[in-house]
């Protein structure tokens, strides 16, 4: 059974873009059942962003992966994820994968790891569109050009006949963004699109995230380690730890006024928000994490 949050739709003519409602994530692993995301309820409308800060492994990547609907197969998502209304959780995968192909669309870390190293970006580009638009070869082949020019690498630069080797950092991440962009998503999920970049090139790519993001009315939920990058780029914040959400909020609010010592420490530790003290503070992440704690008191 399809549900529907009819709350939401009660309230207003449109449901928003994006919606979670108790959304966790379970692993059984070696006969063990380990809880990864607790509880994470978010909202997320067209033409805002959302961040999701925290440190490597407190859960940002799996909160996504259960939006999207690409968990690998140890994890299990529970609770509800509404994309413009309906619960994805509860669609049969043949459902969710015409939902989540071409309307939900996810820009990794490591565009390497992504794209295919074998195959031209043209040829990579083209297939979704004939999949999911239904555009014959010619005509994705000039929308991937038009969309290449549309991320900053013009028609001139003849791109479609290179491979992924032959291009900078900066240039793939265009190309991912452009692929992400090629069946006109209406949802972006960016899981860390520029650690692997130098600071100016950093810069140049969230822009061009967010300019798409007015351009095409479309929602973005950024992830990073970086609050810092999360305070300048995010309209809304949640502050993940041990995958429980320790506090969440417009981030001008939360960054101005933390009301969670462990974002206090977050806010400190990130030199380009706030003072810079001459030595970085060392956050007691145990102090704060709910999985450190019954860690503690098991032993
Ligand atoms: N394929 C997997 N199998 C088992 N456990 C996993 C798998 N992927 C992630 N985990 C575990 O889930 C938890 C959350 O991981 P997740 O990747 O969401 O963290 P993250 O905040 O995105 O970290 P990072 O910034 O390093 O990517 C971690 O404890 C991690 O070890």
Redesign the pocket.
């Known amino acids: 059974m399809v549900t529907t949050a009819t709350d939401v739709t009660a309230a207003g003519p449109q449901p928003p873009l994006l919606r979670t409602e108790n959304l966790s994530v379970c ?1 059984d ?1 070696h006969g063990e059942r380990n809880t ?1 995301v607790s509880d994470v309820n978010l909202e997320l409308t067209a033409g805002r962003t959302i961040g999701i800060v ?1 440190e ?8 996504a992966a259960a939006i999207m609907g690409i968990l ?1 197969p ?2 299990t998502a529970q609770g509800r994820v509404f994309y413009q209304g309906t619960d994805l959780l509860t669609l049969d995968d043949k459902a969710r994968r015409a939902i989540s192909g071409p309307e939900l669309a996810y820009i990794f870390q490591e565009p390497m790891s992504a794209l295919h190293p074998m195959l031209s970006i043209g040829a990579q580009m083209i297939r979704p569109m004939r999949i999911h638009l239904g555009l014959s070869k010619r005509e994705a082949r000039e929308r991937s050009a038009e969309l290449l020019d549309q991320v900053g690498i013009p028609k001139s630069r003849g791109l479609l006949g290179a491979y992924v080797h032959q291009l900078s950092g900066g240039m793939r991440q265009r190309v991912m963004i452009a692929m992400a962009i090629s069946c006109q998503p209406a949802l972006l999920l960016a899981d ?1 699109p520029t650690t692997a970049l130098d600071a100016a090139v950093q810069k140049q790519i969230l822009e061009l995230l967010l300019d798409l993001r007015d351009q095409l009315g479309l929602g973005l939920v950024l992830i990073s ?1 970086d609050l810092g990058l999360i305070s300048r780029y995010a309209d809304d914040v949640l502050v ?1 730890l041990d ?1 429980d959400v320790m506090e969440q909020g417009p981030t001008a609010d939360v960054v101005a006024n933390p009301t969670h010592p462990y974002t206090r420490g977050l806010i400190e530790s990130a030199p380009r928000i706030g003072h810079v003290p001459r030595r970085l503070p060392t956050i007691d992440r145990a102090k704060f994490s709910t999985r450190a704690l019954a860690d503690k008191e098991a032993r």
């Open positions: 692993i692993s990864v925290g490597s492994g407190s859960g940002k990547s799996m909160t690998p140890v994890a860390e380690h993940m995958g």
